[in-house]
């Protein structure tokens, strides 16, 4: 057999070949060593993805303290009620023929009823999301419901469709207690108002992560594969809120909104005026924290009024308008004409600057013109010839349009920016104000901003600067936190008391504070903030809103800004009430009154003493004496060491024993005309006087009236009841025509009548 011979095409050929098998095998294994090498990680995330499933593991949020380690925000346990639509799809499909369950049909109808829920909507997610290992049903599911979950999917082996999983969600002990500052969170646990958005990043910690291995269906994986990544939990607020204060402030503007039906809220401020720390901080529109999207019973009653349908736009809207009016934190977020209480402020840039040039006294006929206007004063008919303090106390305008000139425009303009009303205070919370003043001030500008008129302040800016007068003239920035610190209890953040500046001198301050308690004490215009035993001072406020939304109405803004004790000073207090629609329309009458009830639980509060003068222990309240079980000769001792007189009914003898008292034990009575009714024996209170109407009584008159109907007096209100100056009953706490046991105590409020009318300005005739 001949040899063969092989071509050269077909050698080449094959080389060809061999070459393009190495070349591809080549490349493989270039890319196999690529991927197990330079992007081995990225395919093992591929391949851990497909199978494993990441569960967050939610840090718990920092908890926020009161001053006095009161809890004002911290976190519970709830739960989220979740299934899986791939696990019931993949139930329902294994099921032995001829078993007519529907799981979802069960599921639906079982979270429906227990969870209260829309059964279509839990049929939607188990029907139409199949592929879904996760559809959350509801959050924030208390114990006792998810208790009730477990033995649902016990009792009908539901358990790899339906999970329950532990969070953590954020609780608010105090309910509404200062929700303007605290603020809330979303329901996933983010800020989103107050002290919980300003500190978000210290609050909120870093979630964790627990992982695990599941085939197609959420099914755990035979073989282990978990991994845990551990939740740092968030750091802890330690606020200057001080509970006990708040629900004072909150309690008095409360009662002035109720009492003056204000249109346009209330709100109020309680500083540390040598710190800037808050200790309290209100607006009256209290919201629920632990449901911040319910709106108050005022709000809601606007929503029900306004006539549009539940599903319309408009409605929505509306609701929406309302929230966030509802959330606003007034005290920060909003200016407002500061009225008188801005007098406060001229005063001290007078004596500061022009001390020298004030004159003795200054005659006020009721007007003054300025340019081609003629400013009136509150006073029509004019206050006549006044000093500086007088002046002041008596807030009259031309008074202080004098002050206004000697001042001049530079050095006014100067002063306003060094007490910090060109600038925003600073305060730790979010979306706080700025004041509003012309960019070019003219004469007539300075003549009515002199006496706070026709500019806008934050009630933030304007306790902040009378502060800086009550402190001796040191502007402080305010703050609500005063320390941040971890689980361990290492400070993360310890506050600095900062101060701005010093923008009047110390003498200024002394002399100023001493003018405005004389003002309260004495037959000052704010007389109505008086507080026994304490040295307030105080100024009181009116201003009228203007615009084009206001052209056919009055509204006011009534306010009363003091500090105490005056002497030396360590707190300050602003309330402002916008758009009383009751009564009469002044600060002194508005707000001032509320000032005096706060400062009257505060300063005890904190442990200020009361010093009494001689007029004011004289006419002091005591408490009555329990002269219960006690022979008649014990009972009257007990009540003649307490100052005050008795009446005895029923038959006496030496051994008898008292079985009746009216005023009941531990009521407080006027001292100087308290009397005890004792009853013996089988005696008792048989016969019911009626209570006269005291509105609008002096003090004399309103005592004799109840003294005459056998009733006992309790005084509360202006110092003007003790300084004999002309106040007047303008509320009594037992409605006249009421029949009452004698000896019953009447408790009449008296106050002071308006001190300035804030309808300032006419034209020139």
């Not at 009161?66 to 979740?82: E, S």
């Not at 291995?213 to 809120?241: C, Q, W």
């Not at 109020?268 to 911040?292: E, H, K, R, Y």
Request: hydrophobic fraction near 35%; charged fraction near 20%.
């Amino acid at each position: 057999m001949g040899n063969r011979t092989v071509s050269t095409e077909a050698v080449k050929r094959s080389t060809w070949l061999c070459i393009l098998v190495f070349a591809v095998f080549g490349i493989l294994l270039f890319r196999i060593l690529m991927i197990q090498t330079l992007d081995f990680e990225s395919y093992q995330n591929k391949v851990l993805n497909q199978i494993t499933t990441e569960s967050p593991v939610a840090a718990n949020r920092g908890k926020i303290y009161d001053r006095n380690g009161n809890v004002l925000a911290t976190n519970i346990t709830t739960y989220r009620v979740f299934i899986s639509p791939s696990g019931i799809k993949s139930a329902q499909e294994v099921l032995p023929e001829g078993n007519g369950t529907d799981y979802a049909d069960l599921v639906s109808r079982g979270l429906s009823e227990i969870l209260g829920v829309s059964y279509d909507e839990v049929h939607k997610q188990v029907t139409e999301y199949t592929k879904y290992l996760d559809r959350t049903i509801k959050r924030k599911v208390d114990e006792e419901t998810a208790d009730t979950v477990r033995e649902y999917i016990d009792e009908h082996s539901l358990q790899s469709m339906i999970y329950l999983e532990a969070q953590s969600t954020r609780y608010y002990p105090g309910g509404t207690l200062g929700a303007h500052m605290i603020g809330f969170t979303s329901s996933d646990g983010v800020g989103l108002y107050g002290l919980e958005y300003q500190y978000d990043e210290y609050l909120k910690g870093v979630d964790g992560y627990y992982i695990k291995a599941r085939d197609s269906y959420g099914n755990e994986m035979p073989f282990d594969y978990s991994s845990y990544i551990e939740a740092v939990d968030g750091y802890h607020l330690k606020t200057t809120v001080d509970t006990t204060v708040q629900s004072f402030l909150e309690e008095a503007l409360a009662q002035t909104v109720a009492d003056h039906e204000a249109a346009n809220r209330a709100c109020g401020i309680v500083m540390d005026v040598n710190t800037g720390a808050i200790l309290a901080m209100a607006t009256s529109s209290p919201f629920d924290l632990n449901d911040p999207w319910g709106l108050d019973d005022l709000s809601k009653a606007t929503l029900e009024e306004s006539g549009y349908a539940e599903d319309s736009d408009e409605y929505a809207e509306l609701q929406r308008t309302l929230l966030t009016e509802m959330w606003s934190n007034k005290a920060v977020t909003e200016s407002y004409i500061p009225g008188s209480t801005f007098k406060i402020v001229t005063s001290a840039m007078a004596l500061e600057e022009r001390e020298s040039q004030i004159p003795a006294s200054v005659s006020c006929g009721g007007s003054k013109r300025v340019a081609d206007r003629i400013i009136h004063c509150h006073k029509r008919q004019g206050h006549g010839a006044l000093t500086f303090a007088e002046g002041l106390q008596q807030s009259c305008n031309v008074w202080f349009m004098t002050l206004g000139e000697l001042i001049g425009v530079d050095t006014y303009q100067q002063y306003v920016k060094a007490f910090g009303y060109r600038e925003r205070t600073g305060i730790d919370l979010p979306g706080e104000g700025s004041s509003i003043f012309a960019s070019q001030m003219s004469q007539l500008d300075l003549a009515i901003y002199a006496f706070g008129q026709n500019f806008n302040v934050t009630p933030m800016q304007q306790l902040c600067a009378v502060a800086a007068v009550a402190n001796g003239g040191s502007l402080m920035t305010p703050y609500l936190v005063e320390q941040i610190t971890d689980n361990a209890g290492n400070v993360i953040y310890q506050h600095k008391v900062e101060t701005k500046r010093t923008v009047v001198s110390e003498e200024v301050c002394k002399t100023l504070a001493e003018i405005l308690e004389d003002g309260v004490s004495g037959n000052g215009g704010a007389k109505n903030a008086y507080v026994a035993g304490y040295r307030v001072a105080a100024k009181t406020g009116t201003s009228e809103k203007k615009g084009a939304e206001f052209t056919d109405k009055e509204a006011y803004i009534c306010s009363t800004v003091a500090f105490a004790p005056a002497d030396d000073p360590e707190i300050a207090i602003i309330i402002i009430v916008d758009e009383p629609t009751k009564g009469v329309l002044y600060g002194s009458t508005v707000a001032a009154p509320y000032v005096a009830d706060a400062l009257e639980n505060i300063m005890p509060y904190l442990g200020v003493t009361p010093i009494y003068t001689e007029e004011e222990q004289a006419k002091m309240a005591v408490t009555v004496p329990n002269c219960r079980k006690y022979t008649l000769t014990e009972a009257i001792a007990r009540i003649e060491a307490a100052g005050l007189d008795y009446t005895v009914v029923g038959e006496q003898s030496a051994d008898a024993v008292v079985t009746s008292q009216s005023p009941a034990p531990y009521t407080k009575v006027e001292k100087s005309s308290g009397r005890v009714i004792l009853y013996l024996g089988d005696a008792s209170p048989s016969e019911d006087v009626e209570v006269p109407n005291l509105i609008g009584k002096n003090a004399v008159q309103a005592n004799a009236l109840l003294m005459g109907c056998g009733l006992n007096v309790r005084i509360v209100g202006s110092s003007g009841v003790l300084s004999g100056t002309d106040t007047l009953v303008c509320d009594q706490s037992i409605a006249a025509g009421s029949m009452v046991a004698k000896g019953t105590v009447v408790t009449v409020t008296f106050s002071a009548g308006p001190d300035e009318n804030p309808d300032y300005e006419n034209p020139v005739t």
